[in-house]
């Protein structure tokens, strides 16, 4: 595992982690701008592939105002970012401290941030395993 897949995991987790939003575009510069961001490839995954309900989904719709692709991807990363963090119970504090330093600086993510627990951790995980990295980013595979 190296930086770059990293944080295309947290890219792709923080995008599915919108679906409910994101399913729901109807104005045509948004769906491109989204488009142009995500590509086509994770959008299709997304509605296929994505169920409708996560945890650790935000309530709201994306803070991205504009239509940049850039802070599209920057906000998604972002979110993915943090559930990979939450993901990491208590007994992975030092795997947390360097996960932090795998992304952006800016984001003040903080490696002691609660984690998830219970069905919601379960249900997460699940997710980033046998949909996310298998069908995603199957070169990580060999980890299960």
Do not use: C
């Amino acid at each position: 595992m190296d930086v770059a897949d990293v944080k295309r995991l947290a890219l792709e987790l923080g995008v599915s982690l919108q679906r409910e939003h994101l399913a729901v575009q109807v104005r045509r510069e948004r769906v491109l701008a989204m488009r142009a961001a995500f590509g086509e490839e994770l959008m299709s995954f997304l509605y296929d592939e994505v169920p409708a309900s996560l945890p650790f989904a935000p309530s709201g719709p994306p803070k991205a105002n504009g239509l940049d692709a850039g802070e599209l991807r920057q906000q998604a990363g972002r979110l993915g970012a943090q559930a990979l963090l939450a993901l990491l119970g208590a007994d992975w504090m030092a795997v947390k401290r360097r996960a932090v330093l795998m992304f952006d600086r800016s984001w003040n993510l903080d490696s002691k941030a609660e984690g998830l627990s219970g069905r919601s951790h379960k249900t997460l995980l699940s997710f980033v395993v046998e949909k996310l990295i298998t069908k995603r980013l199957p070169q990580w595979q060999w980890l299960y």
